[in-house]
């Protein structure tokens, strides 16, 4: 745990770590899972609200069942027990987030729903 972290460090921080835990029993589509993924950060949470339009399970990080601590375990042993493994999850951890939540990508998602309307 590294206590408070100024704004101006958290890429850096995000950068180093093998991989993000998210361990909400309730969440939406929390920042700090987006802002992992974004720095090539892998993450681990359970398959609750929002997580799995950020992370696809075994894609980027793994998505345990929902409250299964044990799981969840498994998740952080599966992500970091293989180099290369940890290599392809990192690439495509940044990826994702680049191809689903660029803005002109939301934007156009939005346009298109407005359009269906």
Not at 40 to 55: E, K, L, N, Q
Request: with cysteine; hydrophobic share 40%; proline share 4%.
């Amino acid at each position: 745990m590294a206590g408070r972290i100024p704004d101006n460090m958290l890429t850096s921080v995000y950068s180093a770590a093998d991989m993000f835990v998210a361990p909400s029993l309730q969440d939406n589509l929390p920042n700090t899972v987006m802002e992992a993924l974004a720095c090539g950060t892998p993450s681990v949470a359970f398959d609750i609200g929002g997580m799995s339009d950020m992370i696809v399970h075994k894609q980027n990080g793994y998505l345990a069942k929902p409250f299964d601590v044990h799981d969840l375990v498994r998740g952080l042993e599966w992500v970091v027990e293989q180099d290369k493994r940890k290599v392809h999850l990192s690439e495509s951890s940044r990826k994702h987030v680049e191809n689903k939540f660029e803005l002109e990508y939301i934007a156009r998602k939005y346009t298109d729903l407005y359009s269906e309307i």
